[in-house]
């Protein structure tokens, strides 16, 4: 399978750079399994406010928890040249591992001056990314709140503004630790959580703390040579129970993006009877998914529309076959949908002969 046979072609126009003034009232592309033999039919256009309408008393929505951190800095060398930092990963105490923009890489042992105040210090190299350790006033998780800056995603053409602060973090964003939102998440306010609650819908978390690896592009064509980001995930006990009962009263498992999805297939293993099982898991993830790659961990996918070549875009077509997914993106972008992170949304549903199916 080649990384050319997940491109398509977007107008510029319909990249979102920025968000709708309300959450709820992104448009929501519904996905049902295809008709036989019929991939480009059966697409529902509906408002994002409208979901409960499309769940039943039961259902689990799964959301991810993780909080971006403000991770974009900038300073200077105290041999000169300017550098911006981008926080990949807090590491613990006042280290963190970076990408930095800077005209000629430093060596261990090079200092930072931060614009922000203090100084950050070059540990060592592990192949496009540096360790860093921060010398700042008081914790480097409380400093960032206030010295760092948002880390909007490459596409979106324009710096950051104050509305931003709020709108690019989900109203559930607990555990502070990634770079970039989970941004299915983004659509849910507050009057829709309700509503949802209303319907008899549950709420249950995972933390995925998306790394600026999600950005980077697959640089080869044959993807059995490409190697995975990794980030660090938690899958708790206790939403492992809400899922087993879930499915035992007959509830859906439905995924509030990509990153719970990957987070639950990471937590899957096989039992001794060769069955997939959820098992509690914290640690870090490599997982690769692509067509053909059975998803067991979940009924439906809520998501927003990624990237061409995207790993992202090879994770929905595993879940709802390649052939189903293109078509569901030709007809968005017919029907003149928004795209990417402040974008629109959509809720996908597996092929009906098997969870996570491929197609021709």
Do not use: C
Request: proline share 7%.
């Amino acid at each position: 399978m080649k990384k050319s046979d997940f491109h398509y072609q977007l107008p510029p126009e319909l990249i979102a750079q920025a968000p709708l003034p309300e959450r709820s009232a992104s448009r929501l592309l519904v996905v049902p399994p295809a008709p036989a033999g019929a991939f480009d039919q059966g697409f529902e256009d509906r408002v994002f406010r409208e979901l409960p309408e499309l769940l039943a008393p039961g259902d689990l929505l799964v959301f991810n928890d993780t909080r971006v951190i403000p991770a974009r800095l900038f300073g200077q060398k105290t041999s000169g040249g300017r550098v911006e930092i981008l926080i990949e990963r807090l590491l613990g105490g006042s280290e963190v591992r970076a990408q930095l923009g800077v005209s000629k890489s430093p060596k261990a042992g090079a200092r930072i001056v931060l614009d922000a105040g203090g100084e950050a210090e070059v540990l060592g190299r592990d192949g496009e990314f540096y360790r860093l350790r921060f010398d700042v006033p008081e914790s480097l998780e409380n400093w960032l709140l206030h010295a760092g800056r948002l880390p909007l995603p490459p596409y979106i053409q324009r710096e950051p503004g104050q509305d931003d602060d709020e709108r690019y973090q989900t109203v559930f964003a607990r555990e502070l630790g990634a770079v970039a939102a989970p941004t299915a998440g983004l659509h849910f306010d507050a009057p829709l959580l309700d509503a949802l609650r209303q319907r008899g819908v549950e709420f249950g978390h995972v933390t995925l703390h998306v790394g600026a690896g999600t950005f980077q592009p697959v640089r080869v064509d044959n993807l059995d040579q490409h190697v995975m980001h990794s980030e660090w995930l938690n899958v708790g006990a206790g939403l492992i129970e809400q899922i087993r009962r879930t499915r035992a009263a007959g509830g859906r498992v439905v995924a509030v993006g990509t990153t719970v999805v990957r987070a639950l297939e990471s937590a899957t293993r096989l039992n001794e009877a060769g069955e997939a099982e959820l098992q509690p898991f914290a640690g870090e993830t490599r997982l690769f998914i692509l067509p053909g790659y059975p998803i067991r961990s979940i009924d439906a996918l809520i998501t927003n529309f990624h990237l061409p070549e995207s790993t992202l875009l090879m994770l929905v077509s595993a879940f709802v076959g390649k052939a189903r997914m293109f078509a569901a993106y030709e007809h968005a972008i017919a029907q003149r949908y928004r795209f990417f992170s402040y974008g629109d949304a959509m809720l996908l549903f597996p092929r009906r002969d098997e969870i996570g199916g491929q197609d021709q």
